[in-house]
């Protein structure tokens, strides 16, 4: 029965993404039932499970990707293509935070702590020194675990393979302005996960 649900929603939601644009070359337009599509396979050069290593400390994330998926933009019904994900961070031999159970659970999209659809390449303020046929995505990030007010995450994906072993560089930053309230002192400053870069390596 819940197959026959998939099925005709899925066929549902062909009917109406009458038009297919490209999630990389096109803009999002507020034009009811498009679909933004991973048309260059971008997504497929992340997919995976990657890990950085560090003596004892180690941080693993999974990433994958998700077609035809029902958003909003602006006052239109559209829909397009993700990458989500969770991760693992381990310090000192000490695990300090790890959502990838998180994976086997049927969630909405936008509800993972790692997503995302926005691909730069070499028109974009982030990837100036980029070749044409270079690709970085951007993803966002949330920890489960600290909330910090005024401030999110965002992940910089870049292929950084080395020979025949497949690599990500990963640029990990802070967004937004941490916010304290008068007479208070924050729990935390920053999130589970350091901010910074690190070299990922395809698993």
């Not at 066929?11 to 260059?40: F, M, N, P, R, W």
């Not at 020979?163 to 309230?181: D, Y």
């Not at 996960?193 to 070299?199: L, Q």
């Amino acid at each position: 029965m819940k197959q026959l649900f998939l099925t005709l929603l899925f066929i549902s939601c062909i009917s109406k993404a009458q038009t297919i644009k490209s999630l990389y070359d096109d803009e999002y337009t507020t034009v009811e039932g498009v679909y933004y599509k991973d048309t260059h396979n971008d997504f497929d050069n992340f997919t995976g499970t990657w890990k950085y290593t560090s003596g004892t400390t180690s941080l693993t994330i999974t990433l994958q990707k998700k077609t035809m998926i029902p958003s909003k933009y602006g006052s239109a019904d559209i829909f397009q293509d993700m990458l989500v994900g969770e991760y693992k961070y381990i310090e000192n031999g000490i695990v300090k935070i790890n959502t990838l159970p998180q994976l086997s659970l049927d969630l909405d999209p936008f509800d993972y702590n790692i997503a995302g659809s926005i691909i730069v390449g070499p028109l974009s303020q982030y990837c100036l020194n980029c070749s044409s046929n270079d690709r970085k995505v951007l993803l966002f990030f949330n920890d489960p675990d600290r909330y910090i007010l005024g401030m999110s995450g965002e992940m910089f994906f870049e292929r950084a393979d080395s020979g025949n072993v497949q690599k990500l560089k990963l640029k990990f930053r802070a967004t937004g302005n941490r916010l304290v309230e008068v007479g208070t002192t924050p729990p935390y400053t920053s999130f589970t996960v350091p901010f910074g870069e690190y070299i990922l390596v395809k698993q």
